[in-house]
């Protein structure tokens, strides 16, 4: 059974730091692209925020996440990490890790196979 678990979200102020992990156990990263996601508080939609591929060495950002955030991955440890700096209120958002097929405009689902997704972590940034 694959699980992905989230943590590292809380309440941080503006400019402020967050490093957000996330634990795949029942599929090995070394062969899974896999990102991160949010959902702002009222939005009916998830964007997609960074995705890193295991293929190619693909990495994504969201434009208005560049220079600020970066994703890494332990495959040892089958975790990959956000690290967000110099937060924004706008950043505010439920964060999501999920598996996929990681490409230049972000991680997409896998048509012919199985996508997974965490449950979420809360990030809250206040001004």
């Known amino acids: 059974q694959v699980q992905l678990v989230e943590s590292g979200g809380g309440l941080v102020q503006a400019g402020g730091s967050l490093r957000l992990s996330c634990v795949a156990s029942?599929?090995?990263?070394?062969?899974?692209?896999i990102g991160w996601f949010r959902q702002a508080p009222g939005s009916r939609s998830r964007e997609g925020v960074s995705?890193?591929?295991?293929?190619?060495?693909?990495?994504y950002y969201l434009n208005s996440v560049k220079g600020r955030f970066t994703i890494s991955r332990d495959n040892s440890q089958n975790t990959v990490y956000l690290q967000m700096n110099s937060l924004k209120p706008e950043d505010t958002a439920v964060y999501y890790c999920?598996?996929?097929?990681?490409?230049?405009?972000?991680?997409?689902?896998?048509?012919?196979?199985?996508?997974?997704w965490g449950q979420g972590t809360q990030v809250t940034v206040s001004s």
């Open positions: 029942g599929l090995n990263l070394d062969y899974t692209d």
């Open positions: 995705c890193s591929s295991t293929t190619d060495g693909t990495t």
């Open positions: 999920a598996t996929g097929v990681c490409l230049a405009n972000g991680l997409a689902e896998i048509l012919d196979g199985d996508n997974y």
